[in-house]
């Protein structure tokens, strides 16, 4: 991890925005989003975690979180509220 570019990036801009998209079903089609934007730091080794490659991670300090169809799997897509929520600041 700590050799990556996503790592550099996070340690020398400390900013991060992180999507992970879904289509669960394409009959009927389903999609689902949650998007994370906020502050992050590269850490390279973090007291008390699971040693695991490197063992450097990226921390994200949320401050605005964006999703849609993780509540209401079952609704069309074009009928979908996105929900907006901000994070309170540490």
Do not use: Q, Y
């Not at 990036?9 to 991060?16: F, L």
């Not at 502050?39 to 921390?59: S, Y």
């Amino acid at each position: 991890m700590a050799a990556s570019r996503k790592f550099r990036n996070v340690a020398a801009d400390g900013r991060i925005a992180f999507v992970v998209d879904d289509v669960p079903s394409t009959d009927p089609w389903r999609v689902r989003c949650v998007e994370i934007r906020g502050r992050a730091e590269a850490v390279d080794a973090p007291t008390g975690a699971a040693a695991r490659g490197d063992g450097a991670i990226i921390r994200i300090h949320p401050r605005l979180i964006i999703s849609f169809g993780i509540t209401d799997p079952d609704r069309d897509p074009h009928e979908m509220a996105v929900s907006r929520r901000t994070v309170s600041a540490e």
